[in-house]
């Protein structure tokens, strides 16, 4: 049982219980700030039912076998909140649900382009009376704090039918944590401040036992029983508990049509009756909009988007609609976050414990920076809003300028394993990356001076704390972690250093630009100048590659032949020590520096380092295949680049790291759409500008993709012997294709030749690990 | 208030209340197997009651943030068992308590020769009545399971005395652990199986909770009342607490005299009944041979001792105390442990939770190798009896062989923070040395066929798998931990590389010399002599000093002039990353090397590598004063060797890191056994040759220390001019002396002039980190 490929939704055919914990992530609605999983109205059966507030979370403490000093004391996690998205319905005196009687028909469409999930259920009670349930539910990209469901219930004999529609909060579910601390405190953790019901309206407030944050959700309700006025309505509100309840006689053929009408608000500063007020005018708000005005609306803003971003792919369907797929979700999860981050599985599951990585800036906002610009901004004004968290932890680990956290919900650092963790300072020079990289693609002047210089500068001051000037080798930046999670504690991580030295440089440069806007000295911008013109980068002479850090092509090799498939992934079978010393790469890391820091690597450097870390990764992350397939394209191996494309476009939609019940992989999809714009399309922005080499892999006719770049929307058009550049919207634009300087006009597009890839051997990759995907 | 000053005792007059804490670790008995803190008899006030049963521990789960594959899952902690040690005197109608009333007199002394502690208090009671207790207690050299105390009052009025002595289980004391689960393990650890209470005798029998061992404690008393036959008598025995009561008049002058026997006894395989009957057994053996008795027995062991062990300083009194302090609670942790551990703080104290580390065979047991080596040898079988836990340690960390834990009581890893536990692979190497060691200086062919082989073996497999050779340098160990703390996940380490390679050697050679006893094959053999001839060394040209491991002298410097006393140790104050990546060493690492690797050196580079650590040394650790003692001599700096020699000596006597509550320094009172006899001796034995090089500090005007080897015991006398080498009991001796071969005759001492020492130029310190000591 699986999707049925279409290319502008995704739908599941047929009830399959076992599989709801999947498709509660799939089919997972959000816009950034509310989010929810694809749980069914009835609530039960279920995988794991999840409602979520973008950074509303609860504390516990960590615990520590042997502390250290400087370890984080409190660990956060995010809340399931109160669950407005059921509505029981009683058929006479059956409730429904579909592990009893007889679920005759059953489908669930996610549509990209209503952004609506669907669901239409043919349910036989185990009395044998037919109902035809069918639903629609969205959550608004255009009104922040509002969801909605209709609810339609068309008997198929004259019957009675009690409908009850829920707010739901401490909802029961199993703890996730073995830790009997952190269990307890996210068992339960919502204590009631305040609830009220009236007529067809109900609000429930809530706040956390530690971290003290308010909430509050509010429904409101529209019934209409096609042929009668007989509707008997009522409304309760308990701590944990509201219900409005609707019964009536329903004839054959006749219909029960709800509407609900959501409306959320939380906050660690305003008082429980501001909230109240907040939901309330939220909701006044979607009723006055009404149903069918939300959706209109919601049907706009995803026009828009598609006319920026689309990605046509022609020869794949289902890859087809795994783009867009992957497209629709990035942007649920980003459009409407402002200020919050984007966590690692957006808001479709409770993974990670709902923490925002360095997923967010170096996978998941290039994607938002070509596409919705606005929302990367507000991605990292989030980043910019956390700057004093990250001064503070700066300055415990004895360094100068911001530490931004490994993982975090509220921008203090949760993570309790530091050598995977704290050690990764690279977070810090990622953020500086999308910082500049947004910048250079939208010259938003008000953020760079509002926001973007103070973030690189204190970047900036990180790196120039945590680096030395070293007789031996230049500027080394030591005992740090890289991306690939199977090294750590390592000296001169070729990306970390290239990152730092791209953050020094920006840092300068936007110093030098706004110079009110920060107290940086000359001689701190010199020194930054100094320390990335210095920078260390090592290099095997023998070997004739880069290490990816001071001696990794000196460690041992992994014995892949005798690592057989159940051992993977290998940080579940495998010490970390072991992993550690041994050339064994768990995701792309010198490979990801070739990408992003292409300009510091020759051609020939990127051929064979990409030969040399192929054989020894193991894409034991979801963030790796995207950018494998990003240099596969530009040495030269299509075919391979089309693999990983797949691999990354397919990882949720096929549950490739078995573990999408906890919500899906933002960096993953984001990969997907790097793969083909970054992979084939070949877009590159080293150094501000930005540049094409497109080439079509042998699985497609052509593709297709769109962006946008300082306010001006182009598509590029793909085919084997031609790429077209055309302007959509806006002004011209100046790039190059494959190195040919060209110029896209309004009103004349270019179209140039494709020049022949070299055809490469397919590189060794390590035993068992092909991409996967299909 | 401190110490008096006296050659064979550690006395301290007067009561200071506030000190206990310090005292009850110095004045601590023990045999090795069972060991009681030096509380008063009454119980309180106390700083922190302890008596331990060696091996004796409960299980605790060990709590982790982030979990990791191969992470150990149990604590081990050690139990304050039953206490035996308490008597408590009532005079008249007032407890004898020192705060109240008045202590007009009070003293407390350790004698180094009798092997006890001895008490002499007048006090006069809240109403005026005096009495003068005298107690003498002892844990018996000579009957391991026995411990004994006499009591004696002597009251200056008539008055009424009431005698309790007590067997209290489940003391309350005050937890340690900040992880409520821990600290509910160990709060009241023991559940009763069994008691029984008759005459004057009584038994408690109990088992820990989690662990499930089982232990037992009986007592046996002798009362007299001199001029009274009326006594009366009585004795009871509850779940945690067996108490025998007595009373009498006692007339000014005349005197009641309690003496108590006490047998203790545990078990993780025996019955209760089979340890009721052991402890049984035991006191009646005590009885037996009776108070005189055992005092006799105690006395003619340790006469027995100091005629093999004593070291004779001449020009500093107080440090002629500390030496034989330290060698006195050496024996003591060693004497009778008997295939236990020597913990890091023997029996004194909880701290480290009661564990044995590396500690104990590159400090603690050179020292018992030279002068009891029984005593060596059964702690080597300690670690023999858990190579099973350590193959099965090996195999979780994907290694062959044997991985010794880093810390355990009983064989298996208990270190929740691996970088600095499982990594440091060196304790196996440590294990084997010790092994090399013993054996050298025995010639136990017993030994070597039972156990040193498979250890030897065992621990090279884990070094042949640990490693690989690698064409840019050789054989290389990547991503372990050395002696020094304040690096981690290090590449080539010297010090783990030059053990190994010892090792490596050794395991050859015992499996050539007793092929029976070992399945290596002639293969695995040839690999071990081929990965220690490759053995990777990494040497700096630019500065022409061993980095202690990869890369280290490339690190950044340590800011020492800013960083203020109140910020060591620099672990409390400064996260392990920045101490990671910094040339800052907590402890001799490269030193150490120097030290029991110095075939692996050149003079030059001995004085060149010394000089650069010495500046980047901070000893926050108490390993590493005596280390860079012997080194300091080697290379000349004399007077700087005796300031280190004299920090060692008094670490515990003058609490110079705080903590002597938690139990005495092993390592550094060994430390301090080898900064004299390896340092201004200058003894090494170096494949197996015993050599020494003895020179006289400035601040002595002569020293002696015995040893033995081989079965010959020899006395080195050291003067400015001239050294003499004495056989006292035994063959004749080849050996060195300042290279110059010499024999040595029972009959002949040899008198040789010692060659003037460089003076050296003291080197640089760390700014404030100076040898502290007096």
Not at 106 to 128: A, K, M, Q, V, Y
Not at 174 to 198: C, G, H, I, K, Y
Not at 716 to 731: H, Q, S
Request: charged share 25%; with cysteine.
């Amino acid at each position: 049982m699986s999707y049925a490929i279409e290319p502008w939704q995704l739908r599941w055919q047929g009830l399959a219980v076992d599989q709801l914990h999947r498709t509660e992530s799939t089919f997972a609605l959000s816009n950034g700030h509310i989010g929810m999983r694809g749980t069914l109205e009835e609530g039960e059966p279920r995988g794991l039912p999840g409602t979520y507030l973008n950074g509303f979370h609860e504390q516990h403490q960590l615990p520590y076998g042997e502390k250290g000093y400087g370890y984080p004391e409190a660990g956060q996690t995010v809340v399931n909140v109160t669950d407005g998205k059921i509505i029981r319905l009683l058929v006479e005196d059956e409730p429904l649900d579909m592990r009893y009687g007889n679920a005759i028909e059953h489908e669930r469409t996610l549509d990209f382009r209503s952004g609506t999930l669907r669901r239409r259920t043919l349910w036989e009670s185990p009395t044998g009376r037919r109902v035809i349930v069918r639903s629609e539910r969205l959550v608004s990209f255009t009104q922040r704090a509002v969801a909605a469901i209709r609810y339609e219930v068309e008997p198929m004999d004259d019957v009675q039918l009690v409908v009850q529609s829920d707010l739901l909060a401490n909802e029961p579910i199993q703890s996730r944590s073995n830790d009997p601390r952190v269990a307890a405190a996210l068992d339960s953790p919502l204590v009631n401040d305040f609830m009220t019901a009236e007529k067809t309206r109900a609000v429930l407030c809530h706040r956390t036992k530690a971290s003290g944050l308010r909430m509050a959700a509010a429904m409101d309700h529209e019934i209409d029983v096609a042929g009668s006025s007989d509707v008997r309505t009522e409304i309760r509100a308990e701590d944990d508990l509201a219900r409005f309840t609707a019964a009536a006689d329903v004839a054959a053929g006749s219909s029960l049509k709800l509407t609900k009408y959501l409306g959320y608000g939380w906050s660690g500063k305003r008082s429980t009756p501001a909230l109240r007020a907040q939901v309330e005018a939220a909701l006044a708000g979607a009723c006055q909009t009404g149903w069918d005005g939300l959706l209109a609306e919601q049907r706009e803003f995803l026009d828009n988007f598609w006319q920026v971003a689309d990605i046509e792919v022609d020869g794949d369907d289902q890859l087809q609609q795994a783009i867009r797929f992957a497209l629709f979700h990035i942007i649920q999860a980003g459009a409407r976050g402002e200020t919050r981050a984007i966590p690692g599985k957006g808001l479709t599951g409770p993974g990670y414990d709902g923490h925002a990585f360095w997923d967010t800036e170096m996978f998941v906002l290039p994607v938002l920076t070509y596409t919705l610009p606005d929302a990367a901004r507000d991605a990292l004004r989030w980043r910019h809003s956390t700057l004093d968290a990250a001064r503070d932890r700066a300055e415990v680990l004895g360094l100068k300028g911001a530490a931004f956290p490994w993982r975090s919900i509220n921008g203090a650092e949760c993570s309790a394993y530091w050598p995977a963790g704290t050690a990764a300072f690279h977070v810090s020079g990622d953020v500086a990356y999308a910082t500049q990289q947004y910048l250079n693609a939208t010259n938003d002047e008000d953020f760079d001076r509002e926001e973007a210089t103070e973030i690189l500068v204190e970047t900036a001051r990180l790196w120039a704390s945590l680096g030395h000037h070293d007789p031996h080798d230049g500027f080394r930046i030591d005992g740090v972690t890289g991306p690939d999670e199977y090294s750590a504690i390592v000296d001169n991580n070729v990306y970390t250093n290239l990152i730092a030295q791209q953050n020094l440089r920006a840092a300068a440069d936007a110093a030098e630009r706004n110079p009110g806007r920060t107290d940086a000295t000359e001689d701190e911008i010199a020194a930054w100048r100094r320390a990335a013109d210095a920078m260390a980068i090592p290099y095997d002479d023998m070997l004739r590659v880069h290490p990816q850090a001071d001696n990794f092509t000196k460690h041992a090799e992994w014995d892949f032949e005798n690592t057989p498939e159940d051992k993977y992934p290998l940080l579940l079978h495998f010490p970390y020590f072991d992993l550690y010393r041994k050339q064994v790469v768990k995701q792309a890391d010198l490979v990801l520096a070739m990408h992003v820091r292409g300009d510091a690597f020759t051609a020939e450097e990127k051929a064979r380092n990409f030969a040399y870390y192929e054989a020894r990764t193991v894409r034991d992350s979801s963030l790796s295949a995207g950018t494998q397939a990003v240099l596969a394209a530009e040495v030269g191996h299509l075919d391979l680049a089309y693999d990983y494309l797949v691999e990354a476009a397919f990882t949720d939609l096929h549950d490739l790291h078995n573990n999408v019940n906890n919500g899906l992989h933002m960096a993953s999809l984001a990969g997907s759409w790097t793969a083909l714009v970054a992979g084939f399309g070949g877009m590159r922005d080293h150094g501000g500008e930005l540049t094409f080499a497109p080439r079509l892999p042998d699985a497609l006719t052509r593709f297709s993709f769109r962006m946008c770049f300082r306010g001006t929307r182009i598509a590029v058009e793909v085919r084997e012997a031609e790429a077209t550049y055309r302007i959509v919207d806006g002004a011209k634009l100046e790039t190059r294709h494959h190195g040919e300087p060209i110029t896209i006009t309004a009103d004349q597009p270019v179209t140039m030749p494709i020049p022949a890839a070299p055809r490469l051997e397919r590189p060794a990759l390590p035993f068992g690990r092909e991409p996967r995907g299909r």
